[in-house]
């Protein structure tokens, strides 16, 4: 019986914290999908390559938002539980409090490796697809990125310069640099023109001259007509992952030969003393932070230890709400400070286990005889 009535709380506060993480992670998602839409568009890249990297980028925001869709959830569920005398029927039934309890952390300490796992493999790996989507994405809306007096370097190796664009969509006066795929050269048109054809996209040149700059001599010649299929070029979009998008074991190997050997992978720009702080500061998001999980677990027990006869029920569920929050706050801002010096990396190792710990021995000694 006891084993039955503690699934359906199981069940109940499951139900709620997947639609809660579902409603929040849409509206998130929303809101930083408008700011992707000119992160992606602004290197020319369509609808259907705009829709696929915010979806890769899905992943990273639920990471983000478990430990306080969890503390909602857990708390509304056990006040709503409270209000409808539910949590009378456990102890009716013989279920003590501390056992009640004791559940609830190995819950969270289930979400605890939950999250671990999103922000250490799943997180990373999807918002690294997004990098290479990006870049092996075809540029599909390259009339929209010439811009009249500026110069745009939306495709790899090739930096544009147009001084005007007329009003029938050609171009004047178009200067090119070309240093893709080992070429050295300039080309100057005095008009342009792009043509959509169904696999390729053709940037047809007019009346100018192609200057090589080899490294012995300098060729210029004239043309009539020179066409750039830019089907051939990728977006300039940098295809190492940031160090949000690198995989736990990777930083984990970094950060220990820079603390150790004091060595840096020469041919990795991720791997550098330069970024040594900003490493570890990412391994403690992933693998610390959700530590406080089980602290909110146990804050929001305290719930069912405050007597509804009591005048002051309200306010001090109001305390144990306040409380929990500030924890979350403190989760948060601590990870900023984390890695400024080994006193404060200790610290922050520390503290998550001493808080625990410390709550759970006073919730202990109050529902032992309960």
């Not at 602004?42 to 969890?70: A, C, E, M, V, W």
């Not at 702080?277 to 992933?286: G, V």
Request: with cysteine; charged share 20%; glycine share 4%.
């Amino acid at each position: 019986m006891k084993k039955l009535i503690f699934q359906k709380f199981v069940k109940d506060t499951s139900i709620f914290f997947i639609l809660m993480c579902s409603t929040v992670g849409l509206i998130v998602w929303t809101l930083q999908a408008v700011n992707y839409f000119d992160f992606v568009t602004q290197d020319g890249h369509g609808l259907k390559t705009y829709f696929s990297f915010i979806l890769y980028n899905f992943p990273k925001i639920i990471h983000r938002i478990i430990p306080f869709i969890f503390f909602i959830s857990l708390f509304y569920m056990l006040v709503n539980y409270d209000f409808k005398n539910e949590l009378s029927i456990f102890w009716i039934h013989g279920v003590t409090k501390i056992d009640f309890a004791n559940k609830i952390i190995i819950l969270s300490i289930i979400l605890t490796i939950l999250q671990i796992s999103i922000g250490s493999f799943f997180s990373p790996f999807y918002q690294f697809k997004g990098r290479e989507l990006l870049k092996n994405s075809n540029i599909d809306f390259f009339t929209s990125l010439l811009k009249p007096g500026k110069f745009i370097n939306a495709v790899e190796g090739l930096t544009i310069f147009i001084e005007k664009k007329n009003s029938n969509g050609t171009f004047s006066n178009i200067f090119i640099d070309d240093e893709s795929k080992g070429k050295n050269r300039t080309i100057y048109a005095k008009n342009g023109v792009i043509i959509d054809d169904a696999d390729k996209k053709i940037f047809k040149l007019f009346n100018g001259e192609v200057i090589n700059n080899d490294k012995s001599k300098i060729n210029v010649f004239k043309f009539d007509q020179i066409d750039f299929n830019l089907a051939e070029y990728s977006s300039n979009t940098i295809l190492v992952p940031k160090i949000q998008e690198t995989s736990s074991k990777e930083l984990l190997e970094c950060s220990y030969r820079l603390y150790i050997y004091k060595v840096e992978k020469v041919y990795d720009t991720r791997c550098k003393k330069s970024v040594h702080e900003e490493i570890n500061q990412e391994l403690l998001k992933r693998f610390y932070k959700p530590l406080y999980i089980p602290i909110i677990a146990i804050l929001c027990c305290f719930i069912f230890i405050v007597s509804k006869n009591n005048s002051s029920y309200s306010k001090n569920r109001k305390i144990i709400f306040l409380i929990t929050f500030f924890v979350l706050l403190l989760s948060e801002a601590s990870l900023r400070y984390s890695t400024i010096s080994y006193l404060a990396t200790t610290m922050y190792l520390v503290i998550p286990w001493i808080i625990f710990i410390t709550i759970y021995i006073y919730f202990y000694n109050r529902t032992k005889y309960v």
